[in-house]
């Protein structure tokens, strides 16, 4: 137990109309460590894309939470995920984000191990004395309790007690459908890695990405630079589009997004946008609704950011994001992102989407930096003890319906709350889901 009583961090009383999150959700060291045991060490996390360790002995390395792991593919083709610690004094095994090896050698006395996970040397072990005991111990990498995949996607589990991934996602596997979807190939990440730190919590990662609210008022420069572009087009030229008419249902009129909650955290919040050439995906429009039908060709052009608690982020727009979100400490945060494509795009559609990803996501594009600022001055604010609660989680309380709506129904899925927003709302009650989440993975210690 902690010194921390749930309702003092989560004031959340919908008959009175208030949902609160207080500041100390940000910054405390004790919470944060809880949050590492229970949440990201406690439960499913996502760790990458089959992709990544495409062919027999590929692998990469990533956390779940603080223990290093490494996910490879066997020589039979079989991925499998470890704890990256060698079991002789626990020394992390592979260093290099990722690679082919048949074999993993320690750097410290050599034990090794195949991609499978299996011990195959202890150095001199036949001179080593050992006792009965230590022949009897496993001397292989550890297994992590749980692991999976769905569409490409893989995620583990440190704890074996948790649900089924396939309930663990839940409905929120149709908006992993749409990003899967976009090739009968799917999806592969462009090679370039990127990886930064920013100094404030990792829940301010999470909730700006579902944060229609800050986009006019953080981003100007990047809404300024797109005018101005707009403008020297000339006026005979008229962007190719296919119009998605049909994507509105009746008195849907005025629609321009929404947002979309699920049970264990997972939210997306999503903008009506045509299916023009303005999005690289533009090339496929017709094989896709050939293959998937109009109304998921529509949805797979809108504007969508889809956050899986706790820690992947898929942001498409202009170009399509994939973000894992690693937190280091109360204040500081890891991110590492790519640009996430559908295999077997042209060169052309390939090239437009590294373009326009340059523009906004990158760190040195113009839109990442404005972002990560004012995460930092958000922590910085954050340091208030006097008044305890944030006023950030309430836009959209009474906006708020259970369950689907019109367009959620167009992908078969129930989401377990949704908005329908014109541009002004900007919906924050979604972040809602996090917390609710949050409360549930961390009930055996804060009540
Ligand atoms: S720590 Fe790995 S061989 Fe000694
Ligand atoms: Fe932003």
């Not at 919470?31 to 992709?51: D, P, Q, S």
């Amino acid at each position: 137990m902690t010194r921390f009583a749930l309702k003092d961090l989560i004031d959340d009383r919908p008959e009175d109309g208030v949902f609160r999150i207080n500041r100390a959700m940000f910054r405390d060291e004790e919470l944060f460590n809880l949050e590492m045991r229970h949440i990201f060490e406690g439960g499913w996390v996502f760790v990458g894309l089959a992709t990544q360790a495409e062919n027999p002995h590929d692998y990469f390395t990533t956390f779940i939470g603080r223990v290093p792991v490494i996910v490879s593919r066997d020589g039979e083709g079989t991925l499998r995920c470890f704890v990256n610690a060698c079991p002789h004094k626990g020394v992390r095994l592979v260093q290099k984000p990722c690679g082919s090896a048949r074999m993993h050698v320690c750097p410290y006395h050599s034990w090794t191990f195949d991609s499978a996970g299996a011990n195959r040397n202890i150095k001199w072990q036949k001179r080593g004395c050992y006792g009965a005991g230590f022949d009897q111990e496993n001397h292989d990498l550890a297994a992590v309790a749980q692991f999976g995949e769905y569409r490409g996607f893989l995620f583990a589990s440190l704890n074996a007690d948790v649900p089924s991934l396939e309930d663990y996602l839940g409905e929120a596997r149709a908006l992993l459908d749409l990003v899967a979807d976009k090739s009968p190939e799917g999806v592969e990440l462009v090679p370039g890695r990127v990886r930064f730190t920013y100094r404030a919590n990792w829940k301010m990662q999470l909730e700006n990405c579902s944060d229609q609210y800050h986009f006019t008022s953080t981003h100007p420069s990047y809404i300024r630079i797109l005018e101005q572009r707009a403008k020297e087009k000339s006026d005979d030229v008229v962007e190719a589009s296919l119009g998605a008419s049909d994507f509105w249902q009746e008195g849907a009129k005025g629609v321009t997004g929404g947002t979309f909650s699920f049970d264990h955290g997972h939210v997306l919040n999503w903008g009506a946008m045509g299916v023009s050439a303005a999005s690289p995906d533009f090339e496929r429009a017709e094989e896709i609704a050939g293959r998937l039908g109009e109304p998921r060709r529509n949805w797979i052009f809108n504007m969508r950011n889809l956050t899986i608690f706790p820690n992947l982020q898929i942001a498409d727009n202009a170009s399509s994001q994939m973000r894992v979100i690693r937190p280091l400490g109360p204040n500081l945060t890891e991110m590492q992102t790519w640009c996430i494509a559908p295999r077997g795009e042209s060169a052309e559609a390939r090239r437009f989407r590294i373009r326009q990803y340059e523009d906004f996501f990158n760190p040195t594009g113009m839109a990442t930096p404005d972002d990560t600022v004012c995460y930092e001055e958000a922590q910085t604010g954050m340091a208030e003890q006097e008044r305890g609660w944030l006023q950030g989680h309430a836009r959209g309380f009474t906006a708020t319906q259970d369950g689907g709506n019109p367009f959620s129904d167009m992908l078969g899925m129930t989401p377990a709350r949704n908005v329908v927003a014109d541009a002004q709302l900007c919906d924050e009650s979604l972040f809602q889901s996090y917390y609710k989440a949050w409360a549930e993975r961390m009930a055996e210690v804060v009540q």
